[in-house]
């Protein structure tokens, strides 16, 4: 099972939004309503910030939203914080054998 | 409070084995599969290996580069999570976390609690 395709970086003034994709296949993230997003912090564990395309955790900013089309899912981050700035991994179910396919990780500047 | 906390990470020859655990507190640690992922130094995630609860027959799935060398178990009367891992080459060179799914309900694959993470370096 290949990794998810994320791209390397991006960016934001405060205040702005950015949006990050994670493109897959119909084998995951097209196959399935179980995609995942995490924030990681330097030398810190991954933080759940949606989970099943669009479903926040309880205590993660509205500003954060998930959307999918096809084999595409999407992260939106809307009024950048400086605190927003961190690596974003996307993930998808891909089959029992592959319950967990990450993307290839995304790091997100606030300029 | 949900807390997970890894332990047993160490510095390793390649083919020796090495155990590393996975204590849970805060919640039924039996009602929940527990997931083992590992991150490389500098590199991205990847998902290693989880258990299943007993409710779901405790079985167990791996990773295609871990399976036939890594074994995961686990022994709710301790909320403890084992992951054993043998044969060890230096491409497992990683920080091991164990993980808890959550938090939708029924089948689920998204983590909600990870641990701190434990280091194990393979190297001669």
Known sequence: QSAL????SASGSPGQSVTISCTGASSDVGGYNYVSWYQQHPGK???????????????????FSGSKSGSTASLTVSGLQAEDEADYYCSSYAGSNSPYVFGTGTKVTVL | EVQLVESGGDLVKPGRSL???CTA??????DYYVAWFRQAPGKGLEWVSFVRSKAYGGTTEYAASVKGRFT???????????????????????????????PCGGDCYSIDYWGQGTLVTVSS
């Open chain 1, 5 to 8: 395709t994320q791209p390397p």
């Open chain 2, 19 to 21: 155990r590393l655990s």
């Open chain 2, 72 to 102: 995961s178990s686990r022994d709710d009367s301790k909320s403890i999570a084992y992951l054993q891992m043998n044969s060890l080459k230096t491409e497992d060179t990683a920080i091991y976390y164990c993980s808890r799914p959550g």
């Open chain 1, 45 to 63: 564990a991954p933080k759940l910030m949606i989970y099943e395309v669009t479903k926040r955790p309880s205590g993660v900013p509205d500003r």
């Open chain 2, 25 to 30: 507190s805060g919640f039924t640690f039996g």
